[in-house]
């Protein structure tokens, strides 16, 4: 039995919040598609909601790596630590995405939500892998905390476009009506 047998209900709780919450934000994204698209709302989706989506996908594909029977520890944290490394190069692309769309100028809690928070979430994965034979404990604690980081990211970032398009957007198009 390995250290991650003990984890098990965490990540089964998580996994299963981080299915749910992908299938309700792919219910909301197709009501909002319904919608006319400007093409500088393209840019911004890219930047807001697909890394909403990459990280609820995280959060899902972490759990099943990690609920998963391994004989040891190492092959689950040289996983974990490659979904770090990728979640720090992916949020690369976001902050670029972020600077280069024009439909919205997003504020600190922008880039706190859709950058900093997530960067240190997958720093931590990938600095948990490297610690896992010196610090079993603390590198177990330090990949459960970065993925339910990664969930409440992802929580507030779907509240918060679902509240841009319903508040701003639809205000701002039956104006023009």
Do not use: C
């Amino acid at each position: 039995m390995t250290a991650l047998a003990a984890w098990q209900n965490f990540y089964v709780i998580l996994g299963s919040s981080a299915g749910a919450l992908i299938g309700l934000q792919f219910v909301v994204l197709s009501r909002i598609a319904s919608r006319p698209v400007a093409g500088n709302d393209v840019d911004a989706s890219h930047a807001f909601a697909t890394p909403t989506i990459v990280h609820f996908g995280t959060v899902l594909g972490l759990s099943g790596i990690l609920s998963a029977p391994w004989d040891g520890i190492v092959a689950a944290a040289a996983l974990w630590g490659l979904v770090g490394l990728s979640g720090v190069g992916y949020e690369i692309v976001v902050i670029r995405r972020m600077r280069v769309q024009s439909a919205y100028r997003p504020e600190f809690e922008d880039w706190l939500f859709h950058v900093l928070f997530p960067i240190a979430a997958y720093v931590t994965l990938a600095v948990s892998a490297l610690a896992i034979r010196s610090y079993l404990h603390g590198a177990l604690f330090g990949v459960g905390a970065a993925a339910l980081l990664l969930l409440f990211v992802g929580i507030h970032n779907a509240w918060d476009a679902v509240t841009y398009y319903v508040f701003v957007k639809r205000k701002g198009s039956s104006e023009e009506e």
